[in-house]
C-alpha cells in the first residue's frame, strides 16, 4: 500500500525567506507520481508541482521546486522568495499506477510566513 | 477554461435527513473523483469515474453514499439519513486519461451535520 508522510505540522517563515516542506513516501511500485497542493482557508485545493519516478530532473515551477531523492524516497517542496500568500496548508500526494489511479495524501503542512 | 465547480459551497443539516452535492468538472476531463476531507487530514479517496461508468468505489463509501455521473459530464454525490461523523469538506476532482495526468480540484461543499 502507499503511503506519504509529512512529519511537520506547523512551519513558521519570515517572508522573502526560502522554505523546504518535507515529504517522503512508501511504495513498491516502479512507477508513480507525486504532487504538492496547496490548501488555503478557502478549502480549495490548488496543484502546484508534479514530478514523475523516472523524470530525471527535478520539477520546477516558478518559485516552486520539488527536491526529488528516489534512493531516500523523499520529494521535498522548496518555495523560493516566500510571501504573505502562500500561508496555507501544503499537502503531498502519490498517484497510484494501476485502477483508479487515486491519490494518496500525507496529513499536511501548514505553513505561515510572517511579515 | 472553468475549473471544477461544485454546489452547493456550504451545507448545514439535521441528523437523519438526506443531502446531494454536484460537481461540474473540467468540460474535456473524463475522469472524475471524490474525496472526503475531516478535520486535521488529508483527503481520502471515495470514489472514481471513467466517463459515466463508476469503476472503483472506497470501503469509506458506505451504503448510505451514492454517486452518479448520468451522461458522463457532471457527477452527483447523495448521503441518505446523515449522521453527525459525515461532517466533513467534500471534494471533487477531475482530470484527463493517461498517466501523468494532473487531478485539478473543486472548491468543495463543507457538510455540517446537526
Known amino acids: 500500500a502507499q503511503k506519504i508522510t509529512q512529519t511537520q505540522p506547523g512551519m513558521f517563515v519570515q517572508e522573502k525567506e526560502a522554505v523546504t516542506l518535507d515529504c517522503t513516501y512508501d511504495t513498491s511500485d516502479p512507477s508513480y507520481g507525486l504532487f504538492w497542493y496547496k490548501q488555503p482557508s478557502s478549502g480549495e485545493m490548488i496543484f502546484l508541482i508534479y514530478?514523475?519516478?523516472?523524470?530525471?530532473q527535478n520539477a520546477t515551477e516558478g518559485r516552486y521546486s520539488l527536491n526529488f531523492q528516489k534512493a531516500r524516497k523523499s520529494a521535498n517542496l522548496v518555495i523560493s522568495a516566500s510571501q504573505l500568500g502562500d500561508s496555507a496548508m501544503y499537502f503531498c500526494a502519490m498517484r497510484e499506477v494501476q485502477g483508479a489511479q487515486k491519490l494518496v495524501f500525507g496529513q499536511g503542512t501548514r505553513l505561515t510566513i510572517n511579515p | 477554461d472553468t475549473g471544477v465547480s461544485q454546489n452547493p459551497r456550504h451545507k448545514i443539516t439535521k441528523r437523519g435527513q438526506n443531502v446531494t452535492f454536484r460537481c461540474d468538472p473540467i468540460?474535456?476531463?473524463?475522469?472524475l473523483y471524490w474525496y472526503r476531507q475531516t478535520l486535521g487530514q488529508g483527503p481520502e479517496f471515495l470514489t472514481y469515474f471513467q466517463n459515466e461508468a463508476q469503476l472503483e468505489k472506497s470501503r469509506l463509501l458506505s451504503d448510505r453514499f451514492s454517486a452518479e455521473r448520468p451522461k458522463g459530464s457532471f457527477s452527483t454525490l447523495e448521503i441518505q439519513r446523515t449522521e453527525q461523523g459525515d461532517s466533513a469538506m467534500y471534494l471533487c476532482?477531475?482530470?484527463?486519461?493517461?498517466?501523468?495526468?494532473?487531478?485539478?480540484f473543486g472548491p468543495g461543499t463543507r457538510l455540517l451535520v446537526l
Open positions: 468540460s474535456e476531463h473524463n475522469r
Open positions: 476532482a477531475s482530470s484527463s486519461e493517461g498517466g501523468g495526468k494532473t487531478q485539478y
Open positions: 514530478q514523475g519516478s523516472y523524470d530525471q
